[in-house]
């Protein structure tokens, strides 16, 4: 595998192995693809894998990661905005590469608070913003990855990242601090794409535009990215099943990126006097999502009181 960062963009090719685990630490991915716990009361709970879209936090998720936490505490499903309280808190697990001292083996880094999600009710897709941390006040920029919201081709080739065996463990506590002791291993996955669903796949489990693929998902690896052999994000995880033959082979699906344009942050841009809500959409034609040239195929508008979202 190959990685390569440019400014704060990824461009990866994966070579061999088609799922393996990522033992460096820490791995240059990991500060563009983190794991997501939740704190309920005094537990912390592994929920998944979210990956960033712009430098200063914005992170894309599935949403059923975020529906798992939620049923912890409220049972609530199915709506596509979520508030979080004392009640709840959830946090992307962030790792730097830089140590606290040149021979000391710890490195910056900790959990960074999601400060606000939303979701929509027509795909698996949920929309993360990070409250970023600053570093001798300055903002830290957060690598992100190119999208590709296109509706990808048949035998493609694809490599998905994400985290599985997550465990999280109340250890002890001093004067100070809460000590947590925490693991997970980082996986990379190889496949192609066997089946696309541009519509949806069925009217129960899978009601959302998405493809099949022969890849490996272990669990907790929900939300990662998918990504082509250019280094674009064509899809995320959303579910994987080993079947049991000679082969052991996998059924997996990945969720498509067009509807995550429906999704909205709560930002103040060059010239807000307050907050205002920009979909991903809009963000995109103001140059803060980077993206390729299958974006243009997606457009939003008004209709009779409806946001319309029509792709190709």
Known sequence: MNIKQEKNVFRISFEDNEFIELKEFPHPLQKGIMPLIAKIDDEFIPLGTGFNITNY?????????????????????NTNHYTLDDSLNIF?????????????EHYFGGFIDVSRINTTLYSDVALLQLQVPMINDTRIHLPFFRLSPCIPNIDQTIISFGYSNMKSQRSSSDNRNNIVNYSQNFKGSRGKIK??????????????????????????????????????????????????????????YGTMLQHIFYLKALLTLEGDNVPKEYTLHELTNLGHIDVDNSFLNISILNSGGKTILTYK
């Open 57 to 77: 936090g914005l992170m894309i998720t599935a949403k059923h990661v975020i529906d798992f936490a939620f049923k912890h505490i409220k049972n609530t499903v």
């Open 195 to 252: 089946e696309v669903f541009s519509y949806k796949r069925d009217n129960v489990m899978l009601d959302f535009p998405c493809f099949r693929t022969d890849s490996r998902f272990d669990p907790g690896m929900s939300g990662g990215p998918i990504i082509d052999l250019n280094g674009n994000v064509n899809g995320l995880i959303s579910s994987s099943m080993e079947v049991i033959d000679e082969d052991k082979s996998f059924i997996s």
């Open 92 to 104: 992307a697990f962030y790792v730097s590469d830089i140590k606290h001292r040149d021979n000391n």
